[in-house]
């Protein structure tokens, strides 16, 4: 599925023909990159039946607290970051561990690198350097200078991936420097839709040129997590994974208790203090909202 748009889901069959799809009301809501069984009901015109199984969803919570899918079945979470505006690190942290908890491979791109000066890019570098350490992806692209879009391009090959990200990181920019007839795909989209430009402020999934599919998300403000049980959460850290089972108590939240190893960890310097900062900030975040 390409698109959701309220009552309209826009369906794309084998053969490439895209169709303005309606879903029965006892199914649950279609989100981009959703596969379905459907059945056309008139030209250009369907009726979806079935929504198969997710092998992965990407969800967030609304203002209810209620779990909002946003994409499934995707592989990749490229987090797209910025000098300006600021990025916070609380935000990309949440993001990453989305990406861990659903088991999807999480990737950093920094992006306008060309307002970098050598003495500015060296300082991100050395900021950012706690992630190359644990083992994520990072590149530093430009859509001004084309600097590190074929590694992008590389990075997308063969993927369903979804670029994520605040406003203002230069996300569509980069969308367009990917898919040179993003301008042509939209309006055809638009064109079935029948809701003229609306089609760019929905979550859509697009074929890359040379190979895999790239699911376009809106800027956000900011990005929380769906409710996870603290036990949970700890797994979207992948550097807590050789420190935990070994605290003192099975049930240990990695916060205050004594005898974890988790916080033994940050002590020694085997994990970061900034994530571990943000990792409690976000359990106590969750903790929080379970009392409301």
């Known amino acids: 599925m390409l698109a959701h ?5 826009l369906v794309e069959d084998q ?20 596969q379905v069984l459907w059945q056309p009901s008139n030209p250009r015109e369907g009726v979806i039946n079935q929504v198969l199984d997710r092998e992965t969803t990407l969800a967030r919570p609304d203002h209810n607290n209620r779990v909002r899918p946003v994409a ?10 910025a000098t300006r505006p600021s990025f916070e690190y609380g935000m990309l942290d949440r993001y990453l561990a989305a990406a861990e908890l659903i088991n999807v491979t999480p990737v950093i791109v920094v992006n306008k690198s060309d307002t970098l000066d050598d003495e500015s890019r060296h300082k991100l570098r050395q900021r950012l350097s706690i992630y190359r350490d644990i083992g994520y992806t990072q590149l530093f692209t430009s859509t001004r200078t084309t600097d590190g879009l ?3 391009h590389r990075q997308l090959k063969s993927h369903t991936s979804i670029l994520v990200g605040q406003s203002g990181v230069g996300k569509s920019s980069l969308v367009q420097a990917l898919l040179p007839d993003l301008d042509i795909r939209t309006s055809a989209l638009s064109q079935v839709t029948g809701l003229g430009r609306h089609t760019t402020t929905v979550t859509t999934l697009y074929h890359l040129p040379d190979g895999g599919d790239l699911i376009d998300s809106p800027g956000v403000r900011d990005f929380t997590l769906c409710e996870v049980p603290a036990e949970e959460l700890a797994k979207g850290f992948r550097e807590f994974e050789p420190f935990l089972g070994m605290c003192r108590f099975h049930n240990c939240l990695h916060i205050s208790e004594p005898g974890c190893a988790v916080q033994d960890a940050v002590r020694s310097g085997a994990i970061s203090e900034q994530r571990f900062k943000n990792y409690d900030q976000l359990v106590k975040t969750m903790s929080n909202r379970q009392k409301w």
């Open 5 to 9: 748009y309220g009552q309209v889901s």
């Open 150 to 152: 074929k590694e992008l």
């Open 72 to 81: 499934a079945n995707l592989d990749q979470i490229v987090v797209v970051i």
């Open 15 to 34: 053969q490439g023909e895209v169709y303005r799809c309606a879903t029965r009301k006892n199914l649950p809501r279609t989100v981009c990159g959703d």
